[in-house]
């Protein structure tokens, strides 16, 4: 369900300082699963060696039209009608003209006139160039053509001064493709809503109640539903994790934030993905100023229930629930399932090493109304998030069938 998986992805690189990072993108890439094809333009290749490329993609990579060594001295459009997408990134300034001109004077130009693939640049360059009038007319004709342009950002640039033209990070780049690809998917046209994070009850202005949640499974679930092709809405309490792209991103503090943004995010949708970790209690009164020490030995704090949120959360959605346990994993997750109204809960044990709080992977068992329970090995948190959309659209299948 990695929608990079087996894809072939042209890489074209030109001539910015940037093209250190392209080395990274197509690392990413290879990870992903991804047959990358590297074309280098003249000026890239002074930058970072071909070699540099072919040790990261295992593949030969492509720096001159007439080399007789190269595929395209054969077939110029070899990689143009292979390809599933193709990226440039870095694009300079000079490579932009050349393609919203529409030439095709070097392999990059070339593949890319050849061919009918999706199109994304990821501009890097000093502000200057990327102010100039010059290649804001290129951009915004290549964007009137349906091409991708991702970036740049703002920051700090290698001549050091700040502004935009900085290309965008490759992990941002990789999910842009992820996306791109996976638009036409088996959730294309339903919309998902998924919780992250673990909320905060304030005790004072300074003071909080928290757990250990780093919102890391939630965010992947709202990627995996992305990368399917859903419109995806994440309400997240704090983390300290990045926007997944092309999410709607709702922030959230206390658990009562949290239930007004999930009844809102759940109008209209199709599934309902709770992967919070919400406060069972809340203080009572959150004082307005610091709270001072007093001279007693102990104090003690007075707690009121917070809402049941993904009970409360109902409609004509499949709903999904996470449990975390640290023992009777799977009775104690059943009796959620049930009482909360789940179609499916993805129970973990917390204090597994592979599993839960702040880790990459986790390992969940999968429990549904029949009772049924999958146990799944050690996976990333992303593969899964596919692996409950699965389920979830399966058991989609199973209630248009039954009703
Ligand atoms: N949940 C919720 N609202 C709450 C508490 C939990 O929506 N106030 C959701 C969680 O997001 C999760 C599921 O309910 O999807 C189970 O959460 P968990 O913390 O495992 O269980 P609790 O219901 O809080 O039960 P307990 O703390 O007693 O184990």
């Known amino acids: 369900m990695n929608p990079l998986k087996d894809k072939h992805v042209v890489l074209g690189v030109t001539g910015s300082i940037a093209a250190y990072k392209a080395a990274d993108l197509a690392s990413k890439l290879v990870q992903a699963g991804a047959k990358v094809d590297v074309v280098l333009s003249e000026n890239a290749s002074r930058f970072v060696a071909p070699i540099t490329f072919q040790g990261l993609t295992h593949r030969p990579v492509v ?23 193709i990226i440039v990134a870095p694009a300079t300034a000079n490579v932009l003209a050349k393609l919203a001109a529409g030439m095709a004077d070097d392999p990059l130009t070339a593949t890319v006139l050849g061919s009918t693939a999706p199109l994304v640049v990821a501009p890097a360059m000093d502000v200057h160039m990327f102010d100039h009038p010059a290649v804001q007319e290129n951009l915004a004709r290549l964007r009137a053509r349906n091409v991708t342009i991702i970036g740049p950002e703002l920051g700090r640039l290698a001549s050091g001064l700040m502004g935009t033209g900085r290309l965008v990070e490759p992990e941002v780049l990789v999910e842009h493709l992820r996306m791109l690809l996976g638009k036409n998917g088996d959730l294309k046209g339903k919309k998902v809503v998924v919780s992250a994070g673990g909320t905060q009850e304030p005790l004072d202005p300074v003071r909080m109640l928290t757990n250990r949640s780093s919102g890391k499974q939630g965010y992947a679930v709202a990627q995996a539903a992305r990368d399917r092709g859903a419109a995806v809405t994440l309400v997240t309490a704090p983390t300290s994790l990045r926007d997944p792209v092309g999410v709607r991103v709702v922030r959230v503090t206390t658990a009562l934030e949290m239930r007004d943004a999930m009844l809102a995010a759940s109008e209209h949708a199709h599934i309902v993905i709770m992967a919070a970790a919400v406060a069972d209690y809340r203080p009572t009164n959150a004082a307005q100023h610091k709270l001072k020490k007093t001279p007693d030995q102990t104090s003690s704090l007075e707690l009121v229930k917070n809402p049941d949120i993904i009970a409360e959360v109902q409609g004509p959605f499949i709903k999904v629930g996470f449990a975390a346990e640290t023992q009777d994993l799977i009775p104690n997750a059943s009796a959620k399932l049930r009482a909360k109204g789940l179609h499916l809960i993805a129970a973990n044990d917390v204090t597994a090493t592979d599993a839960g709080f702040g880790t990459d992977t986790n390992r969940v068992v999968l429990i549904d109304r029949n009772g049924t329970v999958d146990q799944l090995p050690s996976l990333s948190k992303y593969e899964v998030g596919h692996r409950i959309l699965d389920r979830v659209l399966a058991i989609a299948a199973m209630e248009r069938h039954a009703g």
């Open 63 to 85: 720096t001159d039209l007439f080399d007789p060594q190269s595929e395209l001295y054969i077939d110029h459009v070899a990689l143009a009608l292979r390809a599933d997408v």
